[in-house]
């Protein structure tokens, strides 16, 4: 089955500096990788999604790139702001199965 | 409003008592998980179910039970609670291959 590792566990930042979380999975079936946020006490929230016929997919200061090859992807967050504070899950999944989630990232934006 | 509903949102329950968490979304998907997460941890799925009378268990192996006799309400239930099962109980669905909405949680303590 497909396994999820991400990295760091933790990543503090100053404001205004870039974050970078990185993700590597084992199942070259997988095409669907989502990225989800959890602020403190809250559910998580899908901030950004990447199919695997596309390489990279921003969205204002978020953006995900996808190497299939190395079969890793990363979310990019740039002019980081302390409301980017929070956890942040990558997941993956062949078409329509389950998501299998990464252990999490712990993003702190110090201002 | 169309979303996911979990409840209780708290609860706070003796040992060896049986009880069951409800989940319900208007969303229409057929695809719906329960995980269970300690704060800020990681994502454990426990069960899942891919549409009526279909459900799995997932990867976390758990004293638990679910049922989905109608689409929209998939709940899960503790047989004899312990207090091993304090945590964070998330329920998600999904339609198709996309992502997944979470309800907002049942914070479950077992004394």
């Known amino acids: 089955g497909e396994n999820v590792e991400q990295h760091p566990s933790t990543l503090s930042v100053q404001e205004g500096d870039s974050a970078v979380i990185k993700c590597t999975y084992s199942?070259?079936?997988?095409?669907?990788f989502p990225w989800y946020k959890q602020e403190l006490g809250k559910r998580p929230q899908l901030i950004i999604d990447i199919r695997s016929n596309v390489g990279e997919k921003k969205d204002q200061r978020i953006a995900v790139t996808l190497n299939k090859t190395a079969k890793h992807f990363s979310l990019h967050i740039t002019e980081t702001q302390p409301e980017d504070s929070a956890v942040y899950f990558c997941?993956?999944?062949?078409?329509?199965?389950?998501?299998?989630f990464g252990a999490g990232t712990i993003l702190r934006v110090k201002s | 409003e169309a979303d996911i509903y979990q409840t209780p949102r708290y609860l706070v329950i003796g040992t060896g008592k049986k009880i069951t968490l409800e989940c319900s979304q208007t969303?229409?998907?057929?695809?719906m998980y329960w995980y269970q997460q300690d704060p800020g941890m990681e994502l454990h799925l426990i069960h899942y179910?891919?549409?009526?009378?279909?459900?799995e268990k997932g990867d976390l192996s758990s004293e638990s039970t679910v049922s989905r006799i109608r689409t929209e309400h998939f709940p899960l239930t503790l047989e004899s609670a312990r207090p091993s099962h304090t945590s964070q109980y998330l329920c998600a669905s999904r339609t198709g291959a996309g992502g997944y909405t979470f309800g907002s949680g049942t914070r479950l303590t077992v004394v």
């Open positions: 199942d070259s079936a997988s095409n669907y």
């Open positions: 997941a993956a999944s062949p078409y329509g199965n389950k998501l299998v």
């Open positions: 179910s891919y549409g009526v009378n279909s459900t």
């Open positions: 969303m229409g998907h057929d695809k």
